[in-house]
């Protein structure tokens, strides 16, 4: 049982990773980002790719995946997502899924429909076993890197929000961003950065991931779901909130696959919709915020 | 008062008055399985399409509910008119009716969904909804054959007489002509007061609720009654190849819907018709060129069409003009 609180707290960890971008993005400049999943997949081919041609180690490749995602979002935010922010929703969400499906069609064109596999370094591979019975933990070492890698991100970004000066433009921006302009805060530049680090997460997050969700060319259309929970659920105004939220479906998903898994992802897809019903502004948004 | 409440109506009926070219229109759409025999299959596939972006345009153009998992209730409509066909009777109609009649009670069930908070959470609930229904379909396996899709339905002849044929002749026919019944009434709907109420509700909720209209069952109405059409589509779709699968719930299916009517035109009786024509044509068109890669081309299109403007890209004499975008509601 531990042991499935244990995978659950690596997945929720891990999710959180690929969608406080997400969050942040969308709490910022309130655009509806369906095509959030194909910076995490550019991510997890970055990886992959530079692994298997030309044998770069594992770790040097996590940084890399982030540089080449962030990258490829800040020009992306500078040349097709500016001129949506203050379209419609319906613009934006066309926007996303179309480039989407572009990018699950030019994954499948340049490197092939099938499942990668990430070789993952030596130390990485074992596994330790604490106690026995029905309360035995057993932790994969890997699981157990991620969740390291997580929260260690998780404290920094926390940090960067509260304590330094960009964050605090930040969150001045999110709060209202006609009055942080106002304020002479570059709010084009905080988008960028934000919109650039969010998405350089989302590829780390993707090259963390690709042992544990596997990645093939469809991994933005699969997990878009999951994404778009932890920001739904969780909120935009904080980070906690989708801490939370991540976690909370991480333990869910894995503790519900495990248990019943004739009703696969049922579970999380209602209580997704109760949730909403009972709290459609997420979970964890004190009540008047945006 | 009076007069005004009469100049009311008469304006409210000049809208829903009938034109000629569309009479011919109609006239065209009915006689083309005789025209273009060859082709019945396509103008069947077409007419479905047509049908399911009309109930779409319902929720999204008229009212405003940007929804992503409307092939929920066209996914409903078609197993349970397959069922219904295999386990119960094979008369088309009665299918039909069965197949409007669950997803009528799907879409109510649902509408409790989308009456609260942004646009956000109704994008989620709607996706939720769509991934909970597959879900199902691909687990209950004993009823709905999973994931090999439900075989084996044999469709009985139409009205007793006319059996479906292996050109989609009848097929195409009996689609159009339950299109056109729709048509008619969805029409009737919109240019209503009830229908003139829902385009305050999109404009500006607020402002709708403040001058007595009850926005939430207004909402939950016209949500029900798009479920119904879908519900219809999808009816149609699994009468007429005789199989459902999965696929009727797949996330594209939600996705391109919306890429039709938005080629159509939102807000308008005739976009979804217009967009399905020309989505099925260039669908044919390019999947006969590279058929894996399809979506490519698909997404360009959205991309570039958000990016040059919905509004623009219909209007092609607006191209050359100052490049200021119409306003638009929020």
């Not at chain 1, 105004?237 to 519900?256: C, E, K, Q, R």
């Not at chain 2, 009456?115 to 769509?130: C, K, Q, W």
Request: charge should be positive; charged fraction near 10%.
């Amino acid at each position: 049982m531990l042991t499935i609180l244990f995978d659950g707290v690596a997945y929720g960890m891990l999710l959180f990773i690929l969608a406080v971008g997400l969050a942040v993005t969308m709490g910022l400049m309130n655009f509806i980002n369906l095509a959030h999943g194909a910076f995490a997949m550019v991510g997890g081919y970055i990886t992959v790719l530079l692994m298997q041609k030309w044998g770069v180690p594992f770790l040097l490749c996590l940084p890399l995946a982030f540089l080449g995602s962030a990258l490829l979002g800040g020009v992306l935010e500078r040349t097709l997502y500016r001129p949506l922010y203050h379209k419609p929703h319906l613009d934006q969400v066309l926007f996303s899924i179309g480039l989407t499906f572009m990018a699950v069609a030019t994954a499948d064109y340049f490197i092939g429909s099938s499942q990668q596999i990430v070789q993952l370094p030596e130390w990485l591979k074992g596994r330790t076993e604490l106690g026995d019975g029905a309360w035995m933990l057993g932790m994969g070492h890997y699981r157990l890197f991620i969740i390291a890698v997580c929260a260690a991100l998780t404290l920094g970004l926390q940090y960067v929000l509260t304590k330094t000066r960009f964050g605090s433009r930040l969150r001045a921006s999110v709060d209202d961003q006609r009055v942080a302009a106002g304020l002479g805060i570059n709010v084009n530049w905080v988008f960028l950065g934000t919109f650039a680090v969010g998405s350089g997460l989302a590829g780390l997050g993707g090259a963390l991931g690709a042992e544990v969700l596997g990645l093939d060319p469809s991994f933005p259309l699969k997990f878009m779901i999951y994404f778009l929970i932890v920001v739904a659920v969780g909120g935009t105004s904080s980070i906690t909130g989708p801490l939370l939220a991540a976690l909370l479906l991480g333990i869910a998903d894995v503790a519900g696959k495990y248990y019943i898994p004739k009703l696969g992802g049922f579970i999380v897809y209602s209580l997704m919709i109760a949730i909403l019903i009972w709290r459609p502004q997420g979970l964890f948004v004190r009540k008047g915020g945006k | 008062m009076q007069t005004t409440d009469a100049l009311s109506q008469t304006l409210l009926l000049a809208r829903g008055r009938w034109k000629w070219w569309e009479l011919v229109l109609w006239a065209l759409a009915l006689a083309s399985p005789l025209l273009l025999s060859s082709h019945a299959l396509i103008i069947n596939e077409i007419a479905i399409v047509a049908l399911f972006a009309l109930s779409l345009d319902l929720i999204l153009g008229y009212t405003g509910i940007v929804s992503l998992g409307h092939a929920a209730f066209f996914g409903m409509g078609a197993y349970s008119a397959a069922l219904f066909a295999k386990l119960v009777m094979p008369d088309p109609l009665v299918g039909l009716l069965v197949g409007i009649g669950t997803a009528t009670v799907l879409g109510a069930l649902c509408s409790a969904t989308i009456l609260r908070g942004t646009d956000l959470t109704r994008l989620m609930v709607t996706l939720g909804v769509g991934l909970i229904l597959m879900e199902l379909a691909n687990k209950l396996d004993w009823l709905t054959g999973g994931a090999d899709g439900l075989q084996g339905v044999v469709m009985g002849p139409l009205l007793g007489q006319f059996e479906f044929d292996l050109y989609g002749r009848t097929a195409a026919w009996y689609s159009l002509t339950v299109l056109l019944l729709v048509f008619v009434l969805a029409r009737r709907f919109v240019s209503s007061p009830f229908g003139a109420t829902l385009k305050a509700i999109r404009d500006n909720r607020l402002r709708a609720m403040a001058i007595g209209v009850s926005v939430n069952s207004r909402l939950a109405v016209v949500y029900t009654v798009a479920a119904a059409l879908a519900g219809a589509a999808g009816a149609l779709l699994a009468q007429t190849t005789g199989f459902a699968s999965l696929d009727v719930f797949e996330f594209h299916r939600s996705a391109d819907v919306m890429l039709i009517l938005v080629i159509g035109g939102v807000g308008w009786m005739y976009g979804g018709v217009a967009g399905a024509i020309v989505f099925k044509l260039m669908q044919d068109a390019i999947s006969s060129i590279t058929p894996q890669y399809w979506t490519f081309w698909i997404g360009l299109f959205l991309v570039v069409l958000v990016l040059v403007g919905r509004e623009r890209l219909i209007r092609p004499w607006t191209w050359f003009g100052k490049g200021k975008p119409g306003a638009h509601h929020e």
